[in-house]
Nanobody
Framework: QVQLVESGGGLVQAGGSLRLSCAASGRTFSNYAMGWFRQAPGKERDVVAAISRNSGRTYYADSVKGRFTISRDNAKNTVYLQMNSLESEDTAVYFC????????????????????WGQGTQVTVSS
């Protein structure tokens, strides 16, 4: 399995921005589709964004469309989540996840699809 480490979380005011990073190691990063998920206290872990192996296809939850951008740099073994216009409802622990994918063009949006997870990074948006 690939090992994942998130960074970039923190406390930000509503309307502000944060950029999360997720560094992968242990396997060939370009063989993995990637996803960002978040979990607020008392709630389920939900998909935020997902990206295919070759960055050709991306997915965004309706709640973040137009505000968040997922990207990846296969040369740096890193996936990013740029978060703009943050709202208090975005407060959660954010996790990155990896799924080995035979296809370069698939993304995955179900937590059950992924078998490698990072430890999570806290994002707190103050109103």
């Amino acid at each position: 399995q690939v090992q994942l480490v998130e960074s970039g979380g923190g406390l930000v005011q509503a309307g502000g921005s944060l950029r999360l990073s997720c560094a992968a190691s242990g396997r060939t990063f370009s063989n993995y589709a990637m996803g960002w998920f978040r979990q607020a206290p008392g709630k389920e872990r939900d998909v935020v964004a997902a990206i295919s192996r070759n960055s050709g296809r991306t997915y965004y939850a309706d709640s973040v469309k137009g505000r968040f951008t997922i990207s990846r740099d296969n040369a740096k073994n890193t996936v990013y989540l740029q978060m703009n216009s943050l709202e208090s409802e975005d407060t959660a622990v954010y996790f990155c996840a990896a799924k080995w994918s035979i296809s370069e063009n698939f993304y995955y949006t179900d937590t059950a699809d992924y078998n490698s997870w990072g430890q999570g990074t806290q994002v707190t948006v103050s109103s």
